[in-house]
């Protein structure tokens, strides 16, 4: 029976990070994956969706089908890449099998013929997420697409219908409607992306519809009858519908035989501290298996700090960072921190200072015909704690990483209204927004630090 | 004799934010323009060339006569709206003359048919500079253009000659080339941007030749025969030139008397100190006329230090910071801080560090299909202080924000290292160089640490 140091259970991003982690320290690393090096995001997550929108919106001499066939070819090329890549990394195993506990040391491998035993000193879980299945009544499933099968496409489908207006939802809607084919998208919620900021989902849905995907907000599908399929309530038949992609969530890879190990978990994931303990000393869980965050960059985070944890436990590694998101619509939506809902769940609202600055005020923003888009800030009274912020801009993922840094501690509205952007660029906005913080807040002084005294007295933890 | 707080020459960048923060204070001002409102950047530089800049990327649908049109239709609604609210903006008393001194204290004011005085306490100039004139034989005025007059050509020239590779050059021999003009561009230095990195100078004329720019580097133009532009040394011919764009740098704009006020300047500007502050106790210069920085967003800034300065004298505005620099050519060029050559005449070079991570091993840049771009970090050893960067990007400039932060005193690489930064995006790029920075330096800490200590001992201020 092989015995290492650490063994990992799923080759994603939060998977690999620990394995090239601990293998570059000189650990002996067991990588055990049971279908395809990368995980999600290279397979049938980030990559091959990101890949698809750029093509949507640049490949204009292309087909849509010629499209479809280049993104699976780059997914492709970056998974063989990445498995020679770590098949050749010192110091790790590269396993194929699919692994459950026998205890809390030990792991059974499988493999379509034979079986076999390893032991390890640490086992991380890094198996993700799968996408929540869907049952509904007549809908075949040679019609049914998740993200998982999305990308194995190979022709565009005449009427697309997506159920679920998440970050996945709105992103396919996108590009698939720029290729070219009829979109409908049926929320539950009353507005999309309704994990979001609401000023973040109004743009988005104003650009959805000029783009021409038909929504279906507030609303559930009940059946599908001879590729028509009807909502709840019979608020709309959706005819001539070609396929369905299903985007209702994800549910946590659990099927390891946790009990066996003695891990606590819930449907909802294996909870675990702040570095991916669990309740078992020697057992980890880190990236979407973990209740924590679910993002490939949140994985890898998760996966960094578990490295410096199993390899140096006696020095500190702070307390989990506050993870921003991305979603890749267009305009990108990019945010860090709670919604103002939730803010006020944790501070009286005279405490939560709101400044909202839109792209189409900034010179930038009237050079480029901007009409969409802002920077939503929402900071502490007085003290200028960047507590949240929400951007809505063509590049916002590439706006958020100061506001990120900002929200993790590193820089207040007084900073950010004194930093110097380069003229004319959007992210101005954040510095008007941070100096109308600043504008505000010194007139106010006495009555903010008045406010702010009583939270701290009430609630010293804030 | 009128008599002000504050009278302000020049109603650009920083004349505007000086005069629009001291009214709101409640200080009586005059600013005075002899030109248009909004400066050079509203009327003849960055509004006009990045509306063309965006138009010539973007509207496909447009031929090159309309969107020429279209710019100068923009940059006058814009104008409009800058002097209307000025006009109307409390205790400011917008003045349009031509301001000279008397003495440190009086301004007189030359309209076409009259003369007037004022007085003021205190003197902003912020008359902001011209472009260099260039004396070439056998060139006519009518086919010479400066930044002043490019944005009124009303037609693409067949074949535009552009002389000087700086910012301006670049900038607009990228917006002409994909209009469609022939595009010549000659620079004097052996590269393009020579102010900047020679890594970004690469990038840039790749694009450039990619694009069908015609590079005549390490060149000077002769003389002018005949629609033929002659290079020294017969180096080349360029025929059939319709239009000379001469962008050979800029001139502070000082007939003003400055003498009368007893203000020492040399023919590059006046010098101040780091508020603007000159030589006479009263009397400020802040923008392009001064030796410190010439972008519209140093002036801003300089503008609002000066406010500070004038309003709260007593109050500590910190030292000047370091400006960024962007330069909005396909892809764009984001810099801050000094280069590395500038950075070996301050510090040993065991000292500094040096990081660069290409674009394109980014997962955003393989999924974007970028093949050039980078972000180079040079960083001061052991400390981890970012000591000057350059971005090199589609969306360069709202990446620079970050590393303008951490420049100015407010992030280290080992903190830049551990930000989370949404997956996936080109800023990651800025976490990877980091990141390598620390992996770097962690089995170096000795060595650095003695070369460090070393530097400190010979030389404290740094």
């Given at each position: 029976m092989d015995s290492f140091h650490t063994a990992v259970i799923g080759a994603g991003s939060g998977g690999i990070t620990v394995a090239v982690g601990l293998a570059g320290l000189g650990k002996k690393v067991a990588l055990i994956e049971?279908?395809?090096?990368?995980?999600?995001?290279?397979?049938?997550?980030c990559v091959p969706s990101k890949t698809l929108i750029h093509l949507a919106n640049h490949a204009k001499d292309l087909t849509p089908t010629e499209i479809l066939a280049k993104v699976r070819e780059r997914r492709d090329h970056l998974r063989d890449e990445e498995t020679e890549w770590l098949a050749k990394t010192?110091?790790?195993?590269?396993i194929r099998a699919d692994a459950k506990f026998l205890d809390k040391d030990t792991l059974e491998l499988s493999r379509s013929s034979s079986k076999e035993k390893l032991t390890a000193k640490h086992i991380v879980i890094a198996t993700g997420s799968s996408p929540k299945p869907l049952s509904l009544p007549g809908l075949a499933e040679s019609i049914t697409l998740t993200n998982e099968s999305l990308?194995?496409?190979?022709a565009l489908p005449k009427h697309l219908v997506i159920i679920g207006a998440g970050i996945i939802g709105i992103e396919m809607a996108f590009a698939f409607r720029k290729l070219g084919a009829e979109v409908s998208l049926i929320g539950r919620a009353s507005r999309v992306l309704s994990a979001l900021e609401p000023q973040a989902s109004a743009v988005i849905q104003k650009r959805l519809e000029a783009l021409g995907v038909k929504l279906y907000l507030s609303s559930q599908p009940e059946r599908f009858e001879n590729s028509t399929l009807i909502l709840k309530e019979e608020k709309a038949r959706l005819e001539q519908v070609e396929k369905v992609l299903v985007a209702v969530g994800r549910s946590p890879n659990l099927s390891l035989d946790l009990e066996k190990a003695g891990l606590a978990y819930s449907e909802q994931g294996i909870s675990t501290n702040?570095?991916?303990?669990?309740?078992?000393?020697?057992i980890y869980a880190i990236g979407d298996v973990n209740l924590n965050s679910a993002f490939t960059h949140s994985a890898n985070a998760q996966g960094r700090r578990l490295v410096q944890k199993i390899a140096f436990p006696f020095l500190p590694v702070g307390k989990e960072p506050i993870y921003p998101s991305a979603t890749f619509s267009d305009p990108e939506v990019a945010q860090v921190g709670p919604t103002l809902e939730a803010l006020k769940k944790r501070y009286k609202s005279d405490l939560i200072k709101t400044f909202q600055y839109d792209l189409k005020a900034t010179d930038r923003g009237y050079t480029s015909f901007l009409e969409d888009g802002f920077v939503l800030i929402h900071a502490m009274a007085l003290t200028g704690r960047v507590l949240s912020a929400t951007i809505v801009a063509p590049s916002a993922g590439e706006m958020i990483p100061l506001l990120t840094h900002a929200v993790n501690g590193g820089a207040s509205l007084y900073k950010l209204a004194n930093l110097v952007f380069p003229y004319?660029?959007?992210?101005e906005a954040i510095k008007k927004a941070a100096s109308n913080y600043v504008f505000e807040t010194l007139p106010n002084l006495v009555k903010d630090a008045r406010t702010y005294a009583l939270q701290r007295w009430q609630n010293p933890r804030h």
């Open positions: 049971r279908s395809h090096v990368g995980g999600d995001c290279t397979n049938v997550g010192k110091n790790i195993s590269l990308f194995d496409l190979e702040t570095f991916g303990k669990t309740n078992v000393p020697n004319p660029t959007l992210s």
